[in-house]
């Protein structure tokens, strides 16, 4: 069995070659809504993530360690390893860093669904990524590396304070910087650590595209109700999404969206919903297990030859 850590992991698979993979899947006839769920174990200090799933050929496991909110233990909030294995022997293959390979995954989810939208046009693109932190960052380069050769991209930030060693420009948050680039911007992508709102109508364009994936329980957002007043709102899963995303089901709460008018990231994918050019699109976020298990089977093809 390989072991690998977070460089190797990393440097195994490329955000295109993720964002291909996730798409593959889906339009392969794989259905989200029979994936296992996020299963959630307390533990005297923190919580265990454990995340199953099965795809043709393999499953896998993710187990994450959570740090429960005000911890004084200095490591990262969240830690763990995936588990690879054979889809019938169902023999240990690769146990990778888990950090690493959702680092990967998450920006390639987010990009997966909107992906043809984005490659619709060949002019400029001005992206905003709101947080400048591991995911903020890992989202810049999945949208570079997934547009080279058809848009030119920029790539603002926006952060509370100064980011260190961004290899993009940055302003600082609720500034008029902040509205001015959030106003010109075609993609807007939200990964901060926020419960409450930080993005509001005002500030987007009516055609933006927005990727939402900072928050992720039923009561946390980082999107007010009115960005998704009149938008078409994706999930990954209906069900997942009402158990998880909050940005969606608080805007349901509070009359902006209706369950009925969301579509799912597959639908999308398939082309059995068009996205229109004109309207604002926003696409919330979770993680669920088979997306780790679609990317993960990529890095255990190209080290370990599985």
Avoid: N
């Avoid at 909107?114 to 046009?121: F, G, Q």
């Avoid at 932190?133 to 050769?149: E, K, M, S, W």
């Avoid at 993609?187 to 409450?196: F, M, P």
């Amino acid at each position: 069995m390989r072991d690998l850590g977070y460089d190797e992991v990393l440097s195994a698979v490329t955000p295109r070659e993720a964002v291909d993979a996730l798409r593959e899947v889906l339009t392969g006839g794989f259905d989200p809504a029979t994936d296992p769920h996020r299963q959630k174990v307390g533990l005297p200090h923190g919580e265990m993530h454990l995340l199953p799933s099965a795809l043709d050929g393999a499953v896998g496991v993710k187990v994450l360690g959570i740090q429960p909110a005000g911890s004084q233990v200095d490591v990262p909030l969240v830690q763990g390893s995936y588990l690879l294995m054979g889809g019938v022997t169902l023999t240990p293959e690769v146990v990778m860093d888990a950090a690493a390979l959702t680092e990967v995954r998450t920006p390639a989810v987010a990009v997966a669904a909107v992906v043809d939208r984005l490659r619709a046009s060949s002019e400029a693109l001005e992206c905003v990524i709101v947080g400048a932190g591991v995911q903020g960052r890992a989202h810049a380069r999945t949208v570079v590396d997934v547009l080279a050769g058809v848009r030119e991209v920029s790539v603002t930030f926006v952060s509370r304070s100064e980011p260190a060693d961004l290899s993009h420009p940055w302003v600082e948050s609720g500034s008029a910087g902040a509205d001015e680039v959030l106003g010109r911007a075609g993609l807007v992508v939200v990964a901060t650590s926020a419960g409450e709102p930080v993005v509001v109508d005002r500030q987007l364009r009516r055609d933006a595209t927005v990727l939402a994936v900072g928050a992720h329980t039923v009561d946390t957002r980082e999107l007010h109700e009115d960005v998704l007043r009149g938008a078409q709102v994706i999930v990954e899963d209906i069900e997942a999404a009402r158990r998880e995303a909050g940005d969606v089901a608080i805007a349901v709460e509070k009359g902006a969206l209706a369950w009925e008018g969301v579509v799912t990231m597959t639908e999308v994918v398939r082309g059995e919903v068009a996205l229109d050019p004109a309207r604002r699109v926003v696409f919330k976020t979770v993680g669920m297990p088979w997306e780790d298990l679609a990317v993960a089977r990529v890095v255990g093809e190209g080290v370990a030859g599985i």
